[in-house]
């Protein structure tokens, strides 16, 4: 999906809300299953909250405009949430400013997604691409920047699973389950 736009193949959505929602998706399923197996089944939110505290790369940010317990709040009430049950419409009005936006980084003037070469330098470095931060809190409104959160969540799972307690915990949780 960070090919799209393609016009060439009459593809011109962006589908900014479709990996906003695949990623939060992840990050929640791997808060319950190598995170937090055993946490009382009724804290997703916490489990979710303190997996993206912990071991998203927040130290690796463009800017440290927002503290990594805030952000993480920010990112269930106002995205997670939202997208979840009420298809981004924010109908519990959790947004602290007017807008809430899904941006994309896009090519030609919007027209065009990410190049190839783009996506792989996204996907196979720890260190941080030239891009600005996952997540901004403006006067004016709350931005994420999907490819910003497609990396970090992708370099919070290597964090995670370099836990070996996380783990052992996660796979005594699996075995348990068969």
Known sequence: MLWLPEPDYGLSAGCNFAI???LMG???GVSTILYMPSMH???SGLRFKNLLVE???WDL???QSIAPKQAAEVLYAVFRNPLAHDLG???QKKATTPKVLIKRLTTKNGTRGLPEETIEEIESTNKRFGMSATLM???DATVLLVEALYWGVRV???RLTKDTGRMQNAEAFLASLS
């Open 55 to 57: 071991y998203y790369p």
């Open 89 to 91: 419409l924010g109908l």
């Open 20 to 22: 906003t929602q695949v």
């Open 156 to 158: 919070l799972l290597e």
């Open 137 to 139: 809190v403006q006067n």
């Open 61 to 63: 940010e463009s800017s």
């Open 26 to 28: 992840a990050i929640s």
């Open 41 to 43: 089944s009724g804290q």
